[in-house]
């Protein structure tokens, strides 16, 4: 079936680290989101990767769709304590539907 | 705006009780997803539907879990009889019918079956 691998499983980080948190398909996806959940809180989203080898910035975090669109990355710079929280991959593949499959999450905490 | 209201916030029951959870969806989204989060199974897709009707309930755990959507403004996530298992946060998503949208997420329902 569908499904997207991801890890690590958690990351602890002092402040001002980098984290990296990466996600895998066995078969191409249409389309990747990426979406940050704070304890106690729900998913939020991210950003959304759609092209073959795409790279998207959002301050210090970068976001990577790979060439052959079946693996993603989402890399922090200089990591914050307002990072906090667990980011999950979710992908889409082809035909018309919109679901969304999640991937396992990564829990990250950040020690000032 | 408001976004995706869920009710109850909080449920805590009885083995053998019926559930109710309840998901209002943002105005103008045609698109509505059930999903439960637990520590040991992650983030899964229970149910959805596009405009009002249900495409793909596969995530459904068992006969006991019933979903419904009467209209574009509401629907209900039913679990009778409830078991101690069944404890999880369930959240509702919403989005527009487009293989390309984000989802929002409500708040989620934080489910004890004791």
């Known amino acids: 079936g569908q499904q997207v691998m991801q890890i690590p499983q958690y990351q602890h980080v002092q402040e001002g680290e980098d984290f990296t948190t990466y996600c895998n398909s066995s078969t191409t996806l249409s389309n990747i989101q990426w979406y940050k959940q704070r304890p106690g809180g729900h998913p939020v989203f991210l950003i959304q990767l759609v092209k073959s080898g795409e790279v998207k910035k959002q301050k210090r975090l970068t976001f990577q769709f790979g060439e052959a669109k079946k693996n993603s990355s989402l890399h922090i710079t200089a990591t914050q304590t307002t990072d906090v929280g667990t980011y999950f991959c979710a992908g889409r593949w082809g035909g018309a539907t919109n679901k969304l499959i999640f991937g396992t999450g990564t829990l990250l905490a950040v020690q000032p | 705006d408001a976004g995706v209201i869920q009710s109850p916030r909080h449920e805590v029951t009885e083995m053998g009780q019926e559930v109710t959870l309840r998901c209002k969806p943002i105005s103008g989204h045609n698109s509505l997803f059930w999903y439960r989060q637990t520590m040991m199974r992650g983030l899964e897709l229970l149910i959805y539907?596009?405009?009002?009707?249900?495409?793909?309930d596969s995530g459904m755990p068992e006969d006991r879990f019933s979903a419904k959507m009467p209209n574009a403004s509401f629907s209900t996530l039913k679990i009778q009889p409830s078991e101690p298992r069944d404890s999880a946060v369930y959240f509702c998503?919403?989005?527009?019918?487009?293989?390309?949208?984000?989802?929002?997420f409500g708040p989620g329902t934080r489910l004890l079956v004791l």
């Open positions: 539907f596009n405009n009002n009707v249900p495409i793909d």
């Open positions: 998503a919403s989005s527009t019918f487009s293989v390309k949208e984000t989802q929002y």
